[in-house]
C-alpha cells in the first residue's frame, strides 16, 4: 500500500476537505451563473429547476420533503413550488396520507421543460476533460457523499 493509499490522520484530512470544500464552492457559484444564464432560453430559475428535478427524479413529494432533501426552508421551498405550479410545470394532488400536505406533482408540461434544462447541461457536462475514468468518479462521488454525512439532517434522496 503506498502513502497516497493509507487513511489520512485527522488533521491532515481536515485539511484536505477544506480544499475540497473551496472546489465545490467556486464549481458551485460557476455552475449557477451557467443554469442562470440557460433561464433565458428556459424561463427557471434555479429554485424552480430544483423542485422540477426532483419531481422529475422521484416523483410526487410533499413541499415538506422537498425541504428536507435540498436542506431548504418549507416556507423557500413553497416560494418555488408556487412558482412552478402558477407556470402549469407542476400540479397538488391529494395525498392520502395527510390531507393537510398536498403531493406535488409535475405535469406533462413540466416534463418537457425539465427534459430540454437536462439535455442542455448534459450537453456541458459532455465537455468536461481530463480522461476522467468511471473509477476516478466513483471516488469522487464516494468522498462528497462521506462529506454530505458530517452535515446529514436525515433528508437525503439516494
Given at each position: 500500500?503506498?502513502?497516497?493509499?493509507?487513511p489520512?490522520?485527522?488533521?491532515?484530512?481536515g485539511?484536505?476537505?477544506?480544499?475540497?470544500?473551496d472546489?465545490i464552492?467556486?464549481?458551485?457559484r460557476?455552475?449557477l451563473r451557467?443554469?442562470?444564464?440557460?433561464?433565458?432560453?428556459?424561463?427557471?430559475?434555479?429554485?424552480?429547476?430544483s423542485?422540477?428535478?426532483?419531481?422529475h427524479?422521484?416523483?410526487?413529494?410533499?413541499?415538506?420533503q422537498?425541504?428536507?432533501?435540498?436542506?431548504?426552508?418549507?416556507?423557500f421551498?413553497?416560494r418555488?413550488?408556487?412558482?412552478t405550479?402558477?407556470?402549469?410545470?407542476?400540479?397538488?394532488?391529494?395525498?392520502?396520507?395527510?390531507q393537510?400536505?398536498?403531493l406535488?406533482?409535475?405535469?406533462?408540461?413540466?416534463?418537457?421543460?425539465?427534459?430540454?434544462i437536462?439535455?442542455r447541461e448534459?450537453a456541458?457536462?459532455?465537455?468536461?476533460?481530463g480522461?476522467?475514468?468511471?473509477?476516478?468518479l466513483?471516488?469522487?462521488?464516494?468522498?462528497?457523499?462521506?462529506?454530505l454525512?458530517?452535515?446529514?439532517?436525515?433528508?437525503?434522496v439516494?
Open positions: 500500500m503506498s502513502d497516497s493509499d493509507k489520512l490522520s485527522p488533521d491532515e484530512l485539511h484536505r476537505i477544506s480544499e475540497v470544500f472546489l464552492g467556486a464549481l458551485y460557476r455552475g451557467k443554469l442562470e444564464q440557460g433561464e433565458e432560453v428556459e424561463g427557471v430559475s434555479v429554485g424552480v429547476r423542485v422540477l428535478v426532483l419531481l427524479r422521484y416523483g410526487p413529494m410533499t413541499v415538506p422537498m425541504g428536507r432533501v435540498m436542506a431548504l426552508t418549507r416556507q421551498v413553497q418555488m413550488v408556487n412558482d405550479v402558477a407556470r402549469g410545470w407542476a400540479e397538488a394532488t391529494p395525498n392520502p396520507a395527510h393537510r400536505s398536498s406535488i406533482r409535475i405535469t406533462a408540461e413540466g416534463e418537457t421543460v425539465i427534459a430540454a437536462l439535455a448534459h456541458l457536462n459532455r465537455q468536461v476533460g480522461d476522467l475514468t468511471e473509477a476516478e466513483q471516488a469522487c462521488a464516494r468522498v462528497l457523499k462521506q462529506m454525512k458530517t452535515f446529514d439532517h436525515g433528508g437525503d439516494d
